[in-house]
């Protein structure tokens, strides 16, 4: 069984925990991690871009001049892409940046990026954490304590939505908050240490096992 430290608010390690070996010491992939990330970071792309064709800006409908006799070149339309105002060609237009990828595929990735972190020792459970009104301070000195580099990139999470969290961090430089239920390898792989709250641990391998 591989095993996760446990820290108190303090960053102090409290007890051991097992946990299970598929979730938490599975195999490096890391093809399979960069497909999943790759199609992760596509479907942020809203795909709204677009440029107007000759066919959708307005004007044209008869010559803007006569064929011969003006010493200009030839034109059949104030729409032609050569004509200022004109349509645009081959310019970019609306379309779906997703890459389809099996859930199956989403889990064994992510478990590769948990499994990473913990035996590099970037990854803890945390136990204690509870914030009792919407402030930054005192989750910014937690932070501080629990992760000594807090100038790197962390990510705690947790079970279920906590808002008061949430709320508290938002202004906090490089911390994320995330549920047991939405993080991603994504998110694993942008963090450089992962502190995952205790009741969360369980929530985590029955979704990914």
Known sequence: MAVISIIDTQGNVI????????????????????????ALLASHHSGLHKTK??????????????QK??????????????????????????????????????????????SDRL???RLFGLAGLKVEQIKTKPVAQIINRINPESSKNTLIITRDVDKRLVLSTRNIPNVKVRTSADVNAYDVLWAYKIFIQEDAISSLEERLS
Do not use: W
């Open 69 to 114: 006799g003006t010493g200009n070149a030839r034109h059949g339309s104030i729409r032609e892409p050569q004509m200022r105002g004109g349509g645009v060609v081959f310019g970019p237009q609306p379309r779906d940046y997703d890459i389809p990828i099996p859930v199956k595929k989403k889990r064994l990735a992510l478990c590769s990026a948990l």
């Open 15 to 38: 007890t051991q925990r097992e946990v299970k070996e598929e979730v938490f010491n599975a195999p490096e992939r890391e093809h399979l991690v960069y497909e999943v990330v790759r």
């Open 53 to 66: 064709t000759r066919g959708e800006v307005s004007g044209g409908g008869r010559k803007p001049y006569r």
């Open 119 to 121: 035996r590099n020792q």
